[in-house]
């Protein structure tokens, strides 16, 4: 299903009949899937077109620009890809700023979810809350829905493994490097987008050549070590394993089978788990036996013969 973007809520085409959620989707997890899936179902049922709205840069960076400690499973770019395999239909990214955030429950729900986005249902998820200062409660929708013609539909926490999944608890499980926990509550493998660019060529010199990536400065990346990985390069698939360092979160990936120059370009790469902490080493030797048995690890790992 071909998915239309929009940077502002005007550009949306209002005559549009329409079924809505709202929120920041970080990670777009299994928790959100279950929210994905009503959707899906009550659109069909009315023939209405599914919009998410969701806001860039996140609410916390506009409203507490002091405190730049949130760190997102994904960026934009990242997350319009995962949005891209739900069936919605239309995105709207619309700039979060403080003048926004001023905008009361009630103003919210008559100025943009009717006159705007012409809503006729909304979907939303069993923690959210809206408008100035987050005032708008469940209960209050019920009742503007019902001042404004349009039902409502709140989806429940989504539970596995008896853990409510939220964005919350995956930062963390990324952030402590625990990668198997943060995929089982995805639902899918956690990944980065990197640019390539030049590093002090030690790797290459000591015969592991390493991608050096810039990582968009709001993404959060796993505890430093080193971690089993997967990339993608003009759309083939290449084993590989990743390091973090310790002091500086300078993340460079040593690609298996790979020798071509890929500066300034973008990889992705998904993380499948972790295989130790950093190690510090005195000589350039010690460095090359180590990555000489990560790499053993890391092929036996992905059951790779050469």
Do not use: W
Not at 30 to 42: A, T
Not at 168 to 187: C, D, E, F, P, Y
Not at 250 to 279: A, C, G, M, P, W
């Amino acid at each position: 299903m071909f998915l239309k973007i929009y940077y502002k809520i005007s550009d949306f085409d209002s005559s549009i009949k329409t079924i809505v959620t709202v929120g920041t989707f970080d990670g777009v997890h299994l928790g959100h899937k279950s929210i994905f899936d009503k959707l899906s179902m009550l659109a069909d049922q009315n023939s209405l077109a599914i919009v998410l709205l969701t806001f860039s840069p996140h609410p916390r960076h506009v409203l507490f620009p002091q405190n730049q400690n949130l760190k997102l499973i994904n960026t934009d770019e990242e997350k319009i890809e995962k949005i891209k395999k739900l069936g919605v239909q239309h995105l709207i990214i619309h700039e979060f700023t403080k003048q926004f955030s001023r905008m009361t429950s009630t103003d919210f729900v008559k100025n943009i979810l009717v006159e705007k986005l012409n809503i006729e249902h909304l979907v939303v998820g069993h923690d959210h809350q809206f408008g100035k200062n987050r005032e708008g409660s469940f209960t209050e929708l019920l009742d503007l829905s019902e001042v404004y013609n349009f039902d409502i539909h709140r989806v429940e926490a989504f539970e596995k493994d008896n853990i409510k999944i939220s964005s919350t608890k995956i930062r963390k499980a990324i952030s402590v490097g625990n990668i198997t926990q943060a995929n089982n509550l995805l639902g899918s493998k956690f990944f980065i987008i990197g640019q390539v660019e030049k590093g002090n060529q030690l790797g290459r010199e000591i015969g592991f050549p390493t991608a050096n990536l810039k990582i968009n400065q709001y993404k959060i990346l796993p505890r430093p070590g080193v971690y089993y990985v997967t990339i993608i390069y003009n759309d083939v698939n290449y084993f590989g394993m990743l390091n973090i360092a310790n002091d500086s979160f300078k993340t460079e990936v040593h690609i298996f089978n790979f020798d071509s120059n890929i500066y300034d370009q973008k990889i992705k790469v998904y993380f499948f788990d972790r295989l130790r902490d950093e190690i510090k080493f005195d000589t350039h030797f010690q460095l090359k036996k180590q990555l000489q048995i990560d790499e053993i690890s890391c092929k036996k790992y992905f059951n790779l013969t050469t």
